[in-house]
């Protein structure tokens, strides 16, 4: 099955003003331009723009192979968040627009990403040319177009090394492949990050910086000056901004290149947090769910919001779920809402029952239960003392519910707020490690990991034990 990009803009002048879209598709695996679309709509606002700039885009794709997979690119938040339902479209002029271009392709074959302005050189460029030329009296053409100058040139495909799936020797040629691929062509296409740029208001008008406000407008081909207009031929502050910490976050949070074949789609892709501090947490008390199901501590809540302030700049997550125990659905509950987001509650998240060691340190445990203890540290089958969970046990449910997860979230980010022991043996499941890797792992309060699941059972660890949003 065939991939494109498909990435759009649009903009106007006045805010409504005179107003113009911009699209662009090209090949998700070479990054040739395929199709450039342009128009001059009249009278329009910038959020009308967009849309129908998107509209543009998937109707291109649709007529090159109505088949295909599309991996829409925009820096319209507005656009992207309703387009994946995670905000509610209020603005008359744009649900038709918006439901006409949800009906191009299924819904399951459309991915989207915001990405910062800087990244959509190519359609903001298009949709400038548009507005000139409807200032001129004339209609855009693809002739006398110089957009294709912001873009890079095309990329020989990565070859596909042969190999049964989880074979060594496959796998490393295609993550050299993959990382040739990207060393000399676009960013791969994720699921959106950014660089700390606020969202749209629900009303939607662009001003400076990329937000928008009533007196927003675009100018030709440059950087947005405070006044809401674009200076000709500058560069966007956006640009000065994208690092390589935001790069790394794309790339985690949707991958397109690696180990899976293009043909199996987009993955499922689970961020997992570990809940925020309990009191019990910097004590290393053994806290799992047989226990006292402590609630976050003021530390916690601060490490929640935290995450939340972090996973809203980058517009990543489209779903959360949680552990039903307090904890986590308490921190669930504050990152989902500065993501606008509800929590759904999946059983099989839940962390180990540790039985009689529960609320006791690791020193205490060995001190009361030695034999318990060391048979437990010797055999995943091993349970705590007074009948607690095993870790082959609380594997087998992990990865129930890990299977259930994938399955109803594919090709979507989803953020799983859990807990130690089921993070650990989603990691260690994804690498095949064995079980004593359980206890070579680290894993802080609050921290980010990150697995890919494609739709031949493969998986991909992105990220472990990431803790710079605390910092």
Do not use: C
């Amino acid at each position: 099955m065939r991939e494109f990009i498909v990435e759009a803009d649009g903009g106007s002048r006045g805010n409504p003003g005179p107003a113009g879209y911009g699209a662009v598709v090209s090949d998700a695996a070479t990054g040739e331009t395929l199709v450039e679309a342009a128009e001059y709509l009249g009278v329009a606002t910038n959020n009308v723009a967009e849309y129908r700039g998107l509209l543009a885009g998937l109707r291109a794709a649709r007529e090159l192979d109505p088949e295909a997979r599309v991996h829409v690119r925009m820096d319209s938040k507005l656009v992207i968040e309703q387009m994946t339902g995670r905000w509610k479209i209020k603005h008359p002029a744009m649900k038709p627009l918006a439901a006409q271009a949800a009906g191009v392709f299924p819904p399951e074959r459309v991915t989207y990403e915001w990405i910062p302005r800087a990244e959509n050189k190519h359609a903001d460029r298009l949709a400038n040319e548009a507005m000139d030329a409807g200032k001129r009296g004339e209609a855009w053409s693809a002739a006398t177009s110089r957009a294709a100058l912001d873009t890079p040139p095309a990329r020989p495909a990565a070859p596909g090394p042969a190999g049964p799936p989880g074979d060594a020797a496959a796998g490393a040629a295609r993550a050299r492949a993959a990382l040739a691929s990207a060393a000399g062509g676009p960013p791969t296409a994720g699921t959106g990050t950014g660089t700390g740029t606020l969202p749209e208001a629900a009303g939607g008008e662009k001003a400076a910086g990329g937000e928008e406000t009533p007196g927003g407008e675009k100018a030709a081909g440059g950087e947005e000056t405070p006044g809401g207009e674009k200076a000709p031929g500058g560069e966007e502050t956006a640009a000065l901004k994208a690092d390589a910490d935001v790069r790394a976050a794309r790339a985690v949070a949707t991958p397109t290149a690696g180990w899976a074949p293009a043909d199996l789609g987009p993955p499922a892709t689970f961020v997992l947090l570990r809940h925020g501090e309990t009191p019990l947490t910097p004590q290393k008390r053994f806290s799992g769910s047989g226990g006292s199901d402590p609630s976050l501590s003021s530390v916690g809540r601060e490490q929640a919001e935290k995450v939340g302030e972090f996973l809203a700049r980058r517009g990543t997550v489209q779903a959360v779920v949680a552990s039903p125990l307090a904890r986590t659905r308490e921190t669930a509950g504050i990152v989902a809402a500065r993501l606008g987001l509800d929590v759904t509650v999946a059983d099989g998240l839940r962390e180990t029952d540790f039985g009689a060691w529960e609320g006791l340190t690791f020193g205490e445990v060995r001190e009361r239960h030695p034999d318990d203890l060391n048979a437990w540290l010797s055999s995943p089958d091993a349970e705590p003392t007074g009948g607690g969970e095993s870790f082959a046990a609380t594997a087998a449910r992990v990865a129930a519910a890990r299977d259930r997860l994938t399955a109803e979230y594919r090709g979507r980010t989803v953020l799983l707020v859990t807990h130690v022991t089921p993070i650990k043996t989603l990691v260690r499941l994804a690498l095949g490690a064995p079980p004593e890797a359980l206890f070579r792992m680290e894993l802080s309060a609050a921290s980010l990991s990150a697995v890919a699941y494609y739709a031949d059972g493969n998986a991909s660890v992105r990220l472990f034990n990431d803790t710079s949003h605390l910092r």
